[in-house]
């Protein structure tokens, strides 16, 4: 259980007036301090209810949003992300920088050892998007790993057919 003093730079968790921004919204995203930073270990977040808007068209694109991250010394505090996931709603970006953008804002806001974020649209004209990025910290394991990860990603097709 987290105490008062490790909490207390947390202003959105337990808030009983949330508020949804409805524009893109990164100062949203909060921390907390990793207990553990000496293990390595991953923490995954799946957002099944990302929307965006089509930079071109206007149209809303839906996804599940992967995030599996190896916390160095911050974590995101989950609230917080809920409420920057959210507040993609009404911003237009195509789903590659939808991802690709997530991934460097998380990794600004904790400077993880590792970090991968994949996005799993529906089809719109027939066909889906799923773009998937990462990153490992220079100079560590990790930076192989993401190399790794990335050039092996996807080598064996899902199966499909829930979309």
Not at 4 to 31: C, F, I, M, R, W
Not at 94 to 116: A, G, R
Request: aromatic content about 14%.
């Amino acid at each position: 259980m987290r105490t008062k003093q490790e909490t207390k730079d947390l202003s959105l968790l337990g808030a009983k007036q949330t508020k949804y921004s409805q524009d893109y919204a990164p100062e949203v995203l909060e921390t907390f301090v990793n207990k553990h930073p000496e293990n390595d270990y991953f923490v995954k977040f799946n957002c099944p209810e990302f929307t965006s808007l089509c930079p071109i068209t206007g149209q809303p694109d839906f996804a599940t949003i992967y995030i599996s991250y190896v916390p160095a010394e911050k974590m995101v505090e989950s609230k917080s992300l809920k409420l920057y996931l959210f507040s993609f709603r009404n911003h237009g970006d195509f789903h590659e920088d939808c991802v690709n953008t997530i991934m460097k804002d998380l990794i600004k806001l904790m400077e993880p050892k590792y970090i991968e974020v994949w996005g799993k649209f529906t089809p719109r004209g027939g066909i889906s998007i799923d773009p998937y990025c990462n990153y490992g910290k220079a100079g560590t394991v990790w930076e192989k790993v993401a190399f790794d990860r990335l050039s092996h990603h996807d080598m064996y097709p899902e199966k499909v057919d829930n979309r």
